[in-house]
């Protein structure tokens, strides 16, 4: 009665990656969605998905726009084995000097989006504080290095709720000011699958969209926006609590499927009423919870460490490690 | 139908919390548990619970030793009410101060369980350095404030994952060399009800039990255990989030109670299938999870200044406020 | 011979504050400094100077430019009286009410300078985490409230080593986007009187401007740089190590004063052959090292809630404390 | 007149450093302390000077106790160079794998000395949060690992200020409970030259003594006080502010050293005069006040992971680098 399943309860806990909307959009159909290509490959235990959104329909039915999300899943991310973590660095890496220039003389500025004082939500600005930044260096490092070194800076702008600014006028100001080629944006995201909570990777060439993120940061960083081209790097932080409420009566769902008693009273129900049914049980109680792992704290740290090595890579290629350490 | 809801799916998670034990034991019986005595008032937005259990089938019955359990409730503290605050710490320092000698000669080690670096976990450590010690100070002020002022101590031991050793194996070393006369703990609870998360405050003379804590402190706190008495304060800072899927089901099941048909498929199950029926939904799943509120970070503070305001308080009636802040 | 003292080694060591500056210029002169006028007020310990600089040539002599500077000095600071904590906040409150207009419709963005990463400059960062910030509020509260709360925004911009960006073009950017009609800035100052280290308050009616801080601030922040007019608010929480070296050759000198050799020795050299000894003898050597007190972490705190207080009490004056706590 | 250089202001600065005692005891004599050897090597930028003490009468003389103390310079320590930083660590594991027992059965206890909230003094406890515990996965590892692992404890006790107990009472009743076979202490030290200012790392077979350490834990931590041998692994985090203004006058003193009526004066006052001029220019004024580099926060940090790499290695021998991580 597999069927059934795939009916069942279909209202859509919000996610960040592209991966989960393809996923809820496709259901149980074999084809993929249309105006959509997915790849995937693995290697070293990260599984690589690059989703494609290429026509303006998928784009409506994602609820994403169209651009490459790449995303690396690495379920087990959590047992912090280091062989693990030099993995994901190496295929972020290779990922991320795809999608940044080549050419040295463009100058790139990181932005850390969430909020230092939320654990969940502090991944952006702790990567910040550990990226090598060059931009001032032009007037103080000899030529020789100059000709290595692309100049980077790096801000960690707040959230509304702790400045009273809009985050995206705040970036909009320093891009004025600063004039990069390039602005790369690191967010924590939220995810609909548990396995993705501090396991999963997203980036994306599109920037980042309003309803994205952990915290308040409505209007979408993009290059529309800021006048330049904005990659978003993303990792899956937080599940809210209703993905787990909502997953638990799945389940129970699934368990009692062969029960047609049950089954019946829900098909009997309009998706409306079910749909109904599932907000007024999960919707206001559960919204301002989050769920984490226990050790969050050092899962952010490790993860922060992946990004902004990886980063220091791709930005640096032509510097050694020692140098920007 | 109300009958229903009280016999559905009767599994049991884990609480920390006293009243939340009496209240599952008692379901929707109008009597009070046998060998439990409960005593409420009111005041200022605090609801102030006292849950004595004086009987050993009690005790067998509610998974908690002989003992009085005091619960501070104050459902709105999320808010940050600076009022409610006050009133908390004034009718927290009412309860300690009855629950501690007032003779100031008599020592107090406070021990802040848990662990500074998981935020959740970290209510012991940050009550701790908010603590006024003087234990050390008796060589070094007047015979005039030495008159006043109860020796204290204040240690965070860390928990077992970080150190190594047993909590409760160095703070009885600790004991032992400092020789208080009484030990205060501090941790943090996980509770069972989402109201009570960042909202609830337990004061126990039974010590700490197996089972308690957020993180893994398996052996007792207690008497027996260290030599001295043992007072407990406890803030509930987490709910597992197996709690978040079997109050989903929960509700779920009561919007569905109506229809029989939906309560009969339950109804026909044997109380030991419904709850294999639910540990399997939630069980493995879940288990390494915690839901917090957004703000934690911010809240573990408010909490920790008012836990120790009320024990500064306590400890030290003699002393004005300027001579501990 | 008081008179040798003010003659022996006139090196001057960097000071942020007007106050020491006009000590440096006037000397033992008993007139005041031509273009400066001086008023001092004492209360509740806290000793209130304001160094008023309103003519050009004065300017150019103190190297500050022309304005108000207002010195509220409290040396016990460091004992952690609480009375002394509330004098200050309270006298700062004052003194930033004649400063801050009174028209709450005046929106205002408060800018902590400095780096979250180093103690000593942390203080601007650790105030604006402190501010009550309102602008973002304005669609949320009631019609009621609203009329009471003057818009507040608060950001930490970063240093220029951290973030690869003059610290000056960020909050430009910023200023561009948030259009705030004040600007009110919060920087650790250096001072060269080491009874002003955690115990000094200055707030200058002219920005911040070359040189000063402890970081790496170099462009001034002043109206005719950001568009608005800037309040500058500092604390001193570095005193060069050479202000140590140079104490001790002055206090040696003076202890030496007596014997009219050591007198001669030095009065036989030049001034410049002084200055370039001293400079010998001190410069290179201690110009990466800082003095702070052993307690600066606690100190820092201390310090950026009376400032906050005071802000958060000028800034809005309709609000009652509870409503920004 | 390179001997007036010796004999000027012959006053001791307090130090920690076995290598600095000897260095001031020596002074221009061409011989060694008698009763002492001292044997240097270079390797990668790092110079090792063991210090033997192996008479009573230079134990007296040098004011430390017999013993082993091998100090690692690294100078350019600030300069956060990665090589050098790797060359110390792998240093710094070759001299403590010949004090630490191979025998991976002989269990470890590592205690970090020093407070958490003071940067200077933050060392120990920041070196124990990255140490391998391992004392209490004996039961849960398998037979293969557990027989590679030594059993490794950590704790980070605090200090006589925060805690009220004297830090040697505390680790001698966690010593007494968890039985370990060796202690390992790290603590910050202070250093007389400005050279080993995070630029220098002791490691002691004696323990820790009376007056060592920044903060106040005045009693030894050694093998007579908690029974089983103490290794004491320092770094130089703090140089009192006395040694600048020490070395201020120094130097003056060196610049001025040819014109003879300076130097007259000096020579004619009695050695007792001499330092009680200086403690009179230089004591109580500057007691309470520390010197620190710029960049202490980070540097603490990189020293801290420089260490407990080293502890990691040299406890661990039989476990890989991704074992430990």
Sequence with gaps: MAEHKATFLPIQVYTDMAIEARDIVRGDAKEEVPGVRVKESKSGGV??????????????????????????????????DADLKTHLM????????????????????????????????????????????????????????K?????????????????GIETLDIIRGIVREAEPDLVVAIDALAA????????????????IHPGSGVGNRRQGLTESSV?????AIGVCTVVQSVSIAQEAIRQLANQLADDMAFYDIL??????????LVDEVLGSRFSELMVTPKEIDILIDDMAEV??????????????????S
């Design 47 to 80: 599984l690589v998905t690059e989703v494609e959104i290429y026509e303006e329909s998928a784009e409506r039915l994602m609820g994403k726009p169209r651009g490459h999300y790449i995303t690396l899943d690495v379920p087990t991310f959590q047992d912090r």
């Design 307 to 324: 990004l902004a090595e990886s980063l220091n890579r791709s930005l640096q290629p032509h510097l050694s490690a020692n140098e920007w």
């Design 267 to 276: 098909k009997q129900m309009a998706p409306s009423e079910q749909r109904g």
């Design 90 to 145: 190496e295929r972020l890496t290779d990922q991320l000097k795809e999608l940044i220039p080549q050419d040295i003389h463009k100058s790139v500025l990181v932005v850390g989006l969430g909020n230092w004082n939320a654990t969940p939500d502090a991944l952006g600005p702790r990567v910040v504080e550990r990226i090598l930044v060059t931009r001032h260096l032009g007037a103080v490092v000899s030529e020789d290095i």
């Design 192 to 207: 609909r699958n548990l396995d993705r909570l501090l396991g999963s990777v997203q980036i994306a060439d599109t920037g």
């Design 227 to 231: 006048g330049v081209p904005v990659i």
């Design 147 to 163: 000709e290595k070194m692309r100049p980077v800076a790096a801000v960690a702008p707040g959230v509304l709720g702790t400045t």
